[in-house]
């Protein structure tokens, strides 16, 4: 079995309004923005990314209510966009 696991710290960038699925499901797109300093290869290097991010039901909906600018921690696991030429975090929690 493969694991998909993702926990990034990151500062919300952007948030697009609150919507819904067709079944009713809240859902919300976010862009989230990190920046750290890795070891790579023995020396420093700064890793700045920005990514898209989704999430659904009350955690959408607890998403929704943090400030853009906020940092959190994000679990999830990544999945590629629709038009499949992007990586899109799929928010599973946030603390």
Known sequence: ??????????CIAEVEPLRYT?????????RLEHESQQMDG???RTV????K???FG?????LAKQA???HWKFSGF???????KSVVLNIQDFF
């Open 58 to 62: 009350v955690l959408a909906e607890r």
């Open 1 to 10: 079995m493969h694991t998909n696991t993702c926990v990034l710290s990151a």
């Open 22 to 30: 067709p079944s009713g499901l809240p859902a919300l797109t976010l």
């Open 68 to 70: 853009v600018g906020s």
């Open 53 to 55: 991010a989704l999430a």
């Open 78 to 84: 990544l999945s590629n966009a629709r038009q499949g």
């Open 48 to 51: 700045k990314v920005a990514l």
């Open 42 to 44: 023995g020396n420093p």
